[in-house]
């Protein structure tokens, strides 16, 4: 065990450990329930799960499950992925996702415990830096910035609004310019999840807010810094 401790909102047991074969198949249909409808009609998020792990970019000592009382209500996972700074030098660096806790079970710190265990672990491992797509402002408050505030683009100088970027090394990117390339792992056929769908209890796709909001943010760029 990675964490164990008495949860103060229920009093439940409240364990961090490595995912296990035996969890797979329930941390995809959480995983399924948490994103369902959230950015797209359905999601592809459970299904990334699932073809994470035979990846060999996937990190294993990094996939993590929150448990209350055994029951399974979070999992994060890593994958490796690249910056490379303008001589042309690589960095190995981390990337996470899917990271999810169940419905019923949000907004309680679960997300916050998982990623802050992770980061430590992480640390650990000699990984310095985090680089994820996400919502801003599910992620600034766990130290996350602005990837051009770190000079980190995408390639041809390009600087995406939901790309986010940690240093778990203060200042371990400084003084260069970084591109980043994720791994191929983070890779979904459509097909492939529609197929995959087919063997899972059918949920109903449809359309609200939030998926509007995140098609605005996932397709803004930042204007590049100019220092």
Known sequence: MILEQTDT????????????PADWLEVERMTRAAFWNLYMPGCVEHYLAHQLRSHADFI??????????????????????????????EKSILTFGPLCVRPGYQRRGYG?????????IA??????????????????????????????SLAGHQYPTAMLVKELTPGCLADHQWVYQESSAM?????????????????KKAWQPSQEEFNIISRSMIQPPTD
């Open 123 to 152: 640390s650990t491992l000699g990984y310095d830096t985090v680089v994820i797509f996400g919502m801003p402002s599910n992620y600034v408050a766990r130290g996350f910035r602005s990837c051009a505030d770190l000079h980190v």
């Open 187 to 203: 890779a979904v056929e459509l097909a492939d999840v529609a197929a995959f769908d087919r063997t899972l209890p059918p949920l």
């Open 9 to 20: 909102t229920t009093g439940k047991q409240l364990t961090i450990r490595h995912e296990q």
């Open 112 to 120: 916050k415990l998982l990623i802050t265990t992770s980061f430590q």
């Open 60 to 89: 294993a000592p990094l996939d993590l499950v929150l448990t209350l009382d055994g029951e399974i209500v979070g999992n994060i996972m890593y994958t490796r992925a690249r910056l490379t700074d303008e001589r042309g030098q």
